[in-house]
Every structure is written in structure tokens, then in C-alpha cells.
């Protein structure tokens, strides 16, 4: 059983404290909040909802019982994971020579000399542990007025140098945040004084006047990004910024400008509940926690709500509730994107898991397939039929995502990409209507929707697709050389590619491994007996051979690693490998980290040539294959060395590639539409402001817009 995590918040009964406590709470449902405040009344309400994993502790930290009242809330514990000091005092606020000395002592016991003690009280509960220190811009500076506060955070600072000085990480990380001008209670009292003894209060007022503090819950979403996705060693290296980050990362999520974070209270998710034969999960929910998750386990996104519906009419009104609370909207049918796109931060998912409808058409032509529907459960459907569709090769992937990008598989080269093979989509538009598209309804949709990418125009509720009879004869697995044959292996591998016959499918890889384990490996697919794939064994010698006679479903039944953090970049290629691509691939996996990356290679050509450039909206119909560097570690483990292996290894490559990149492969922000969709892109931009005028869907074409 996973340990609970316990998270120590002081100050947590308001300001940056409570939309902390808030925070924690709502984004992992297997956290406990220990809430230190001097008052508690605006904690009830969090009481309510998350009792047991809330525990207020009520202690004045100016009290002369406080260090005996924290040491006995603190006692019940055997470990703390995290530790926030937001408990502060401002006051006094006064030219110096007027302070008090008592109210001196006073501000300097809350803000450094009780931080510090409750620091050092939970030395030996740390274990990897997180320690953040509220403080001020740095390095701080003497503020007019504000003494006394001045002189204590910048304690702070000195108090977090010295704890990073003699504690290890292995016991605790330790750092500072810069939270910004926030609108709380404390602000408020700030921007009452007189701008004759604080001068900075009538710069505050005119900021509260003009709405240009930050929210609380703003700075509650990157001090929780902060303590749970910065990695431990950035995260104790760091002063870090509010302000600063949101112009320079490191957390792409916090956008001041744009962020829709906590817009969704208990009462519109009671309304839309109310509203929805489905399901409503909200933060805080053991299912929302499940499935916000996604398969690339270096991403976490936090929508405000996971809508999972039972009909048309439950996404017609969720489609409705996010026009009228302008919401951005994604779809998540498998989670398999390498970015996490199909789960929004801070909008509304829409999880068609329970869209699993698979029925035979038109005599047992077609058929016809739910959007929550998987490779693995289609194709065993057909299996019973003796029929198949082309889809890719990882069962777990959603047969809807990965046919709107293309869609490469075994039987591509024979039958073309799963979008070639479609008949028709139907399809719901942000403004709430059904529609069927197809050849010769809605005509610029079905171009746009093969190929196109992901939601971008709306949520696909089925797709109905033409069959194929199953093949009769099947041949497949994998063949593997050491290393130091991978160069005649891929001057072979790109002839059969680009020479072989249709009925053969080859990917080519270098898994992850060590160096001196490294093998040049070739999976295979044959339905042909006269081109068997222990003809490619003879390619070179030392070959290890595992190839069977396989039923069609058990070739698409590979195994993929699962709970690992990806990172991933692709190129195009047209044409055959040269010698000169060959020796750089090479050279570049030499300097690979040990067990942590790959590079692959997707086989185009065949019957994905056979259709013009301008019939759909997939471009790469002239490309031979699809050239991935990928890096494959554990969650949570620093990635900062192969993700630089992986972009050095993308640059060195990028000079074989044509430009441009499959968009199943989506490498995220930072990579150009016209690098996915070509000659297509101002085309898909016109029909993505056509028909989701208010960019409601999230997307590659959303990104490009807004």
C-alpha cells in the first residue's frame, strides 16, 4: 500500500495559505493537510468536503504556548513530505523610529524564530522531503514603511541558505518563493496605510483598483507545481519567482494571462450533474485523480472537471456549459498523445471511456466504432469476422486519436493509413450540433478530420470504417544484431522499404539499453510466404530469430512499456537512408545515456502513396518513413541529461528530414504547424475558426490561434 503523503501548511486559514490547503487537497486525493492557523473559520467550508484528509490545528504562533502546541499537532505524525510556511505578519507598519519594540519582537517571532522551530522539529520526519519558505523579491530590499517585515524575510532567506548548508537532500529540499503582489487580507491591510508612512500602499491601491494582484489561487497552483513537479534537485537550487517564471517557464502551465484555473465551484458541478446521465468528477475525487492521468507519465495535468458521458445528449451539454463558462474543452479517449493534450489543464475533459460501441454495417462491410474504443478490443471484435481495418500496433491506443492523425500500422502499406480507410465520422460541433460527415456531407470536415489531428472541430463519437478481409497467412516478430551490424541492417532495411512488397511491414529500432547490450532490431509483419521474414535474418549473421506463424490478432498484440515518463521528437524522411544518415544515427546512439533512449523507425510508402497529397489532410504521402528519438525513464527521475541527448540527437538528424512531422507524434508548443500539416495549414486554420470560432477544443490548431 503507497504511503500517505503529508503536507504541514502554517497560515493556511487564509490568503496563499488557504488556496494552498485548497490545492493539495483537490489535486491528489491520497493527501493529508495538517492546517496550523490562528483561525479557522474559512477552513470549514474545505473541512466539509475532504474531513478526514484535513486536520486543523488551531495555535497563535505570537502565543508564548505555541511551541508546545506545535510540537503536540506535529507528534501524531511519523513523517512530513511537505512543509510551507505562509503564516506572516506585515504589521507594523511605521517609520522606525516609531516601532515598538515588543510588536518588533512580535514580527520577527511568526516570520522567521516559528518557522524555524517547526523546521527543525521536523528534521527526522523528512525523507526527500520539500521545505518552502514564503518570501519577498530577491535579493530583498529595504521597503519605506515596513521595516520590521523587511528585516524578518530577509531572516528568511539567510535561515533557507543555512538549512540548504547542512541538510542533504536525501532529508529535505529547501527554497524560497517570491510569491508577487497577491490580493489577501494581508495586501488589504497593506493598501490602508497612509502613503506618507508607506509610500508603496498607493502603488498597491492603484494595482487593486486596475485587477493586477494575483489571485491566491494562481499562486497556489505554482507553489503546487513547484513541490510536486519540479524535480528535488531544481527545486533546492532555486530562488525562486512568481512573476519571473510566468515570463521565462519553468512551469508552462501558469499563464497569468490565460490560466481558467478553480472556475468550476461545488455548484456548477452540482448543475452539471444535474444536467448529465454521466458522470461529474471533481478535484479532490479518487476518480478524477485516476483519470486525469495519462499514458506519458512525465505529464500531470489538472482540469477543473472530468466529464464522463453516457450519451450525445450529456456532451451536447457539457459543449453548452463551456460555451456559457468559456472553458476550453479536450478529449481524452486512450491518453495516449505524448504531450497529454487530451487532458486540459484547468478546462473540461470529456473522457469517452464509455463510448464502446463496435457494430458490423452494411452486410458486414463496415462498421461501425465507439470513440472510447481501443486497438486491442476492435481488433478482436473483427477477429470473430475474419475481418480487419489498418491500426497501429500498440493495443492500448484509442482507435479514434491515433485514425484523426493517420493512423500507421501493419497493414498500412497494403490498405493505407486508418484514416484512408474511414467512411464517415459523426461528430459534434462547439455549437452543440450532431453531424454526420462524410464524402458528401460536410465534404471540407471529412478532408480536415483525416489527418488532421486530435479534437480540433469537436468530440468524434463514432467512426464507421470499410473492412478488409483478415489475412490468411501471417508471419511475424522480431529479428535483433548486435549493434555494430546496424549499418548493413539499415542499408537492407531501407531497401525492402522502399523496394519491398506491400504485404510486408518492417519497423526498424535500437531499443533503450546499455552500450554493451545495444542490438539493431527489425520487427516484422508478412503475409506473404514467398517474402518470409527469415529471409531478413539473413541480412547479416548472428542473427537472434523469434518469428512465428502468428494469427493476425496475436501480431497486434505487442507489448509496450507502461508507467514511464516520455520525451519525443520526430522527423520525416523521403527517399532511402543514406550512408551518411546512417553513420549519424549511429554516432549519436553512441553517446546515448545507458538505459534511457531509442530511436525508431515507422515504414511509410505502398498503399499510403497511392493517395494524393490533397485528398486528405495527412501530408507525408511522399515520405518513406518516420525517423523517432524518444526517451524512455522512470517518473519522477531527472531527465535533464537525455532530454538534452534527445534534442542534440533531433538537431544532428533534422538535416535528413523534409521539415516536417507526424502529428500523432505531436512534439508540443514549440513546434510550428506547418512542421505537421504543410501546404494544409492556413486550410485547417480556416475551418478551425469556421466551425470552432471560439477556439472551445484544444489542439494544435487552438494553440497556434490563441
Known amino acids: 500500500m503507497m504511503r500517505q503523503k503529508i503536507a504541514v501548511i502554517t497560515g493556511a486559514g487564509s490568503g496563499i495559505g488557504l488556496a494552498l490547503t485548497n490545492k493539495f ?177 498607493a502603488f498597491l491601491k492603484d494595482m487593486h483598483k486596475e485587477n493586477k494582484l494575483l489571485p491566491p489561487h494562481l499562486v497556489a497552483e505554482y507553489l503546487w507545481q513547484l513541490l510536486n513537479r519540479i524535480n528535488l534537485k531544481t527545486f533546492g537550487t532555486t530562488n525562486w519567482n512568481l512573476l519571473q517564471s510566468i515570463n521565462e517557464g519553468p512551469l508552462p502551465p501558469v499563464n497569468v494571462n490565460s490560466i481558467n484555473l478553480a472556475t468550476i465551484d461545488n455548484s456548477d458541478v452540482r448543475y452539471l450533474q444535474d444536467k448529465l446521465a454521466g458522470d461529474v468528477w471533481g478535484a479532490g475525487s479518487k476518480e478524477y ?47 495516449h498523445g505524448v504531450t497529454g493534450a487530451a487532458v486540459i489543464n484547468g478546462g473540461i475533459v470529456i473522457d469517452m471511456s464509455t463510448f464502446q460501441s463496435i457494430e458490423l454495417c452494411a452486410g458486414g462491410e463496415s462498421v461501425r466504432v465507439g470513440s472510447g474504443v481501443k486497438n486491442r478490443n476492435l481488433d478482436h471484435f473483427l477477429s470473430q469476422h475474419n475481418k480487419v481495418v489498418p491500426l497501429g500496433t500498440c493495443p492500448d491506443v484509442g482507435v479514434v486519436g491515433a485514425t484523426l492523425g493517420g493512423g500507421i500500422g501493419f497493414l498500412s502499406r497494403k490498405h493505407g493509413l486508418s484514416c484512408d480507410n474511414v467512411l464517415a465520422f459523426n461528430l459534434i460541433t462547439s455549437d452543440g450540433q450532431r453531424r454526420v460527415v462524410d464524402s458528401s456531407e460536410h465534404s471540407e470536415l471529412f478532408w480536415a478530420l483525416r489527418g488532421g489531428g486530435g479534437s480540433q472541430f469537436g468530440v ?129 546512439f553512441q553517446s546515448c545515456p545507458d538505459n534511457t533512449a531509442g530511436i525508431m523507425l515507422d515504414p511509410l510508402c505502398g498503399a499510403i502513396q497511392d493517395v494524393e497529397a490533397d485528398e486528405t489532410a495527412f501530408i507525408h504521402r511522399n515520405a518513406s518513413f518516420v525517423c523517432s528519438i524518444t526517451a524512455v525513464t522512470p517518473p519522477g527521475q531527472d531527465i535533464a541529461e537525455v532530454t538534452e541527448w534527445v534534442n542534440q540527437t533531433y538537431e544532428r538528424l533534422s538535416s535528413f528530414f523534409n521539415g516536417h512531422a507526424y502529428q500523432n507524434y505531436d512534439m508540443g508548443k514549440d513546434c510550428p504547424l506547418a512542421c505537421y500539416f504543410g501546404q494544409h495549414t492556413e486550410r485547417l486554420i480556416a475551418m478551425k475558426k469556421k466551425f470552432d470560432p471560439d477556439l472551445r477544443f484544444a489542439g494544435t490548431l487552438q494553440r497556434h490561434l490563441q
Open 460 to 588: 468524434i463519437t463514432h467512426i464507421t470504417f470499410v473492412l478488409h478481409p483478415a489475412p490468411a497467412y501471417i508471419e511475424g516478430g522480431v529479428v535483433e544484431w548486435p549493434i555494430h551490424k546496424a549499418k548493413g541492417i539499415l542499408n537492407q532495411y531501407s531497401d525492402a522499404v522502399l523496394h519491398g512488397p506491400r504485404t510486408q511491414f518492417l519497423y526498424a529500432y535500437i531499443a533503450r539499453s546499455t552500450a554493451h547490450e545495444a542490438k539493431i532490431s527489425i520487427m516484422g509483419f508478412s503475409e506473404d510466404p514467398d517474402t518470409s521474414l527469415h529471409n531478413i535474418a539473413r541480412w547479416e549473421t548472428d542473427a537472434d530469430i523469434s518469428i512465428t506463424h502468428k494469427q493476425y490478432i496475436e501480431c497486434q498484440s505487442n507489448e509496450y512499456e507502461q508507467g514511464h515518463a516520455l520525451y519525443w521528437r520526430n522527423g520525416i524522411i523521403e527517399g532511402g537512408l543514406t550512408q551518411e544518415f546512417i553513420a549519424t544515427l549511429l554516432r549519436c
Open 25 to 201: 487537497l483537490s489535486m491528489d486525493a491520497e493527501t493529508l493537510v495538517v492546517a496550523l492557523c490562528r483561525q479557522s473559520s474559512k477552513l470549514e467550508t474545505l473541512y466539509e468536503r475532504f474531513e478526514p484528509r484535513l486536520v486543523i490545528e488551531h495555535i497563535d504562533f505570537n502565543h508564548k504556548t505555541a511551541p508546545n502546541s506545535i510540537k503536540q499537532a506535529l507528534d501524531k505524525y511519523d513523517h512530513v513530505d511537505f512543509l510551507v510556511h505562509c503564516a506572516g505578519l506585515v504589521a507594523p507598519l511605521k517609520r522606525i523610529h516609531s516601532i515598538d519594540y515588543e510588536k518588533w519582537c512580535t514580527t520577527q517571532r511568526v516570520n522567521i524564530d516559528i518557522p524555524f522551530f517547526i523546521t527543525k522539529l521536523c528534521l527526522n520526519k523528512f525523507k526527500h522531503s520539500r521545505v518552502l519558505y514564503l518570501t519577498s523579491d530577491q535579493p530583498v530590499s529595504a521597503v519605506e514603511g515596513a521595516s520590521a517585515y523587511c528585516v524578518s524575510k530577509a531572516a528568511v532567506n539567510m535561515m533557507c541558505d543555512c538549512f540548504k548548508q547542512e541538510i542533504t537532500d536525501e532529508i529535505a529540499a529547501f527554497a524560497t518563493v517570491a510569491p508577487g503582489n497577491v490580493d489577501t487580507p494581508m495586501q488589504k491591510k497593506i493598501r490602508q496605510v497612509s502613503s506618507d508612512i508607506l509610500p508603496m500602499s
Open 289 to 335: 485523480t485516476l483519470r486525469r492521468h495519462v499514458f506519458n507519465q512525465a505529464i500531470s495535468h489538472f482540469p477543473s472537471v472530468i466529464i464522463v458521458p453516457q450519451s450525445e445528449a450529456d456532451i451536447v451539454n457539457t459543449i453548452d456549459f463551456a460555451n456559457r463558462q468559456n472553458l476550453q474543452i479536450s478529449v481524452k479517449g486512450s491518453g
